[in-house]
């Protein structure tokens, strides 16, 4: 719900071919429409996931307006010859309670298995050891998706999720990881 930080990501996206967004647009599954308003005018083909802040189909329906935005969660989208593949939520779960959008490991190894190898993967949950130490010190990671990381060597992963982490840079193996956080990074594949 950062609108400054959504202003600056679409300055951000006039410097790129495809901007994605990993994650928690909204505030505990509220007031999501805010910061996709401002994201709304981002000028390039852009790739989304829902956070554990919101569901996959209250994303999409934000997002219905938005004819350069795919929403994906465990599903793909070619950009300019680049497949993309997204998965949201929070995995683990999270302890935040019913309105957590969250996946256990297990759901999110069965979402993943359709990512082909060498795409970007945006998942809104960073793999375990990478980009995942919270404020606590604890890895907050997902298992599933370090396991798809290294099954699948994708080109680059894009994560959010653990606040702490944001603009945090690691790889797994020749894999580059990044938690882009609210203030976003440009990158170049």
Wanted: a negative charge; one cysteine or more; proline letters at 7%.
């Amino acid at each position: 719900m950062n609108t400054a930080a959504a202003a600056r990501l679409v300055r951000l996206a006039r410097e790129v071919d495809a901007a994605v967004g990993a994650g928690d647009f909204a505030n505990m599954r509220s007031d999501m429409s805010a910061c996709i308003d401002v994201l709304r005018e981002i000028p390039v083909p852009t790739v989304l996931v829902p956070g554990n802040n919101e569901s996959f189909d209250e994303l999409n329906a934000a997002c219905a307006a938005w004819p350069q935005a795919a929403v994906l969660h465990g599903s793909a989208v070619e950009i300019d010859g680049q497949t993309f593949f997204g998965l949201g939520g929070g995995i683990p779960p999270t302890p935040f309670g019913d309105w957590s959008y969250d996946f256990s490991e297990a759901d999110a190894g069965r979402l993943l298995a359709e990512c082909p190898p060498g795409a970007v993967l945006i998942s809104h949950s960073p793999p375990k050891g990478a980009v995942d130490v919270a404020s606590s010190g604890r890895s907050l990671g997902s298992e599933a998706v370090r396991d798809a990381v290294v099954r699948l060597k994708p080109r680059l992963v894009v994560c959010g999720h653990v606040h702490s982490s944001a603009g945090r840079r690691e790889m797994i193996g020749d894999t580059p990881v990044i938690n882009a956080g609210p203030e976003g990074v440009v990158y170049d594949l």
